[in-house]
């Protein structure tokens, strides 16, 4: 269980200063497939940096069943993040003289893991651990991305917008896949973007507007990548 408590986070200074939250209160269940719905500028990116521990917040508690990290020391934040949390973003952040497979493993160091390729192989591409990301589609490469945060095991995997870079084929695989591993190994996730019809697939939606929380709600039935519209 993630609880953000009365969050609060500006930017800026002065006549520049702007409320990017303004007394977020939520709840992110364990296990569960959250997504965070809003329109650019809404706060939906910016509460998932607070709630991954990326960024503090100016005010209020970030509790992962019931310690606030939001109270850790740097170093002991960074400790946090490398054992508990994964990320994912819209921009693959690969790097280019490694293979797949190396790419993938240095995740796993990070945490003291072993055993990445049964992650590549949950992703499909354990047919091409010795590609380069150059040799590799968009969508290949976002599934190595998700694999190296995955290959730490987290408890939690946050993603902010992973689709946005993709055509409607290659998002639809790449959200399959990762939410087919969601249901499998019962991790948290949770994921920031702006389009509608991804929620379907959720098992809470998080819609944000203006810095603040305007609903959540739950879906009866989750939906696969392939049911929902685009």
Not at 92 to 117: C, I, Q
Not at 120 to 135: E, F, M
Not at 189 to 204: G, L, P, Q, W
């Amino acid at each position: 269980m993630i609880e953000l408590e009365n969050i609060r986070k500006s930017y800026g200074s002065g006549e520049n200063r702007s409320q990017a939250l303004r007394g977020v209160s939520c709840e992110i269940c364990g296990g569960e497939f959250t997504v965070v719905l809003g329109a650019s500028g809404s706060g939906k990116s910016t509460l998932l940096n607070i709630a991954s521990g990326l960024e503090r917040p100016d005010s209020g508690c970030v509790r992962y069943d019931g310690l606030d990290i939001a109270c850790l020391s740097d170093t002991d934040m960074t400790a946090f993040r490398r054992k508990n949390v994964g990320f994912v973003f819209q921009q693959y952040y690969l790097l280019p003289n490694m293979t797949v497979d190396r790419n993938v493993r240095m995740g796993a160091e990070l945490a003291g893991k072993s055993d990445y390729r049964l992650i590549i192989d949950a992703v499909g591409l354990g047919g091409k651990l010795n590609k380069y990301p150059g040799q590799l589609s968009g969508g290949e490469q976002q599934r190595v991305s998700i694999a190296r945060a995955l290959a730490k095991m987290p408890s939690v995997l946050f993603l902010d917008e992973p689709t946005g870079a993709l055509d409607e084929e290659t998002g639809r695989q790449v959200l399959d896949y990762v939410s087919g591993i969601q249901r499998e190994w019962k991790f948290t996730m949770v994921m920031v973007t702006h389009n509608v019809n991804i929620a379907e697939m959720a098992d809470t939606i998080v819609l944000m507007n203006s810095g603040e929380i305007i609903e959540r709600r739950k879906n009866e039935r989750r939906k696969s990548a392939f049911e929902i519209g685009w």
